[in-house]
């Protein structure tokens, strides 16, 4: 198992966009309805299947940010290397950008809605 930080990727289309820093995942989001009976049982619904996400935290430099924003906006395909683990989806919304070093470098967070894993 891969644990070096370097391995850890964002790409697109086989070009890297930035360094993963954090990954928290994979979760599922699900809609349910819970109901409760009058004789006190509890009944759980769920509407659908779930959509797999993760949290994702990387660091770009200031010429990486926009390709980062590009590929959000073109609603495109993008891979997730982390812990010897290929993830691919998209960026749910814009990336939260917080500048690290002035004009340099920054990190951001977005949701990636996990379309398949693959190991690697």
Do not use: H
Not at 15 to 26: D, K, S
Not at 74 to 85: H, K, M, N, P
Not at 93 to 105: H, R
């Amino acid at each position: 198992m891969s644990t070096s930080i370097t391995s850890w990727k964002l790409s697109r289309d086989s070009a890297t966009l930035a360094q993963i820093l954090t990954f928290l995942g994979p979760k599922i989001e699900q809609t349910k309805v819970v109901s409760k009976a009058l004789d006190g049982s509890v009944y759980i619904q769920t509407i659908g299947t779930g959509n797999k996400y993760a949290d994702v935290t990387i660091f770009a430099t200031r010429d990486e940010m926009p390709d980062v924003n590009e590929a959000e906006a073109d609603g495109a395909l993008v891979s997730v290397v982390y812990r010897d683990i290929q993830y691919l989806g998209y960026i749910e919304e814009a990336p939260d950008w917080t500048e690290k070093i002035a004009g340099e470098s920054y990190t951001a967070t977005f949701k990636l809605l996990i379309d398949e894993e693959v190991s690697v």
